[in-house]
């Protein structure tokens, strides 16, 4: 059983920058891919990021493209997201989630294990 736990949300002025992790537990970190997603209230989860178990290979939403990196270090079993440039509609709970398959697609399906959720604000 694998668990994730995100944290570094927080409250951030517009411009500003924050630094999500995801610490992982249990099973195959290095194996896995993870994905970011965000829900803002009233809205559907949607997708922000992904990145393979190699870390070479990485895909984001365009909302964030330019904006946010995603990244992993399989030897602390932690992904990472960095947030620049935030926007006050980056507000959302934002969550990691791992995909055992690998493949760091976009879609919620896709992905096994979730975190219980990072709050992100973003005033303007």
């Known amino acids: 059983q694998v668990q994730l736990v995100e944290s570094g949300g927080g409250l951030v002025q517009a411009g500003g920058s924050l630094r999500l992790s995801c610490a992982a537990s249990g099973g195959t970190f290095s194996s896995y891919a993870v994905g970011w997603f965000r829900q803002a209230p009233g809205k559907e989860r949607e997708f922000v990021a992904a990145?393979?178990?190699?870390?070479?290979?990485?895909a984001y939403a365009g909302s964030v493209k330019g904006r946010f990196t995603i990244s992993r270090d399989n030897a602390k079993n932690t992904g990472y997201l960095q947030m620049n440039s935030l926007k006050p509609e980056d507000t959302a709970v934002y969550y990691c989630?791992?995909?055992?398959?690998?493949?760091?697609?976009?879609?919620?399906?896709?992905?096994?294990?979730w975190g219980q959720g990072t709050q992100v604000t973003v005033s303007s």
């Open positions: 990145i393979r178990w190699s870390g070479r290979t990485t």
């Open positions: 989630a791992a995909d055992t398959a690998g493949r760091a697609g976009s879609s919620i399906a896709e992905y096994d294990y």
